[in-house]
């Protein structure tokens, strides 16, 4: 999905990839076992 003269990515090609970025980050964030244990994500401020 280049265009016709060089490795420059098409409007197809860059919604392409587009789209297989954002569903790389939602399975990563579906999958990652720290928000499934219930325990919070952030550390404490210590109070």
Known sequence: MTEARGIRPSQKGTALAKDVWMF????????????????????????
């Open 24 to 47: 790389g980050i939602a399975v990563a964030l579906v999958l990652d076992p720290r928000r499934k244990s219930g325990k919070p994500t952030s550390v404490p401020l210590g109070r």
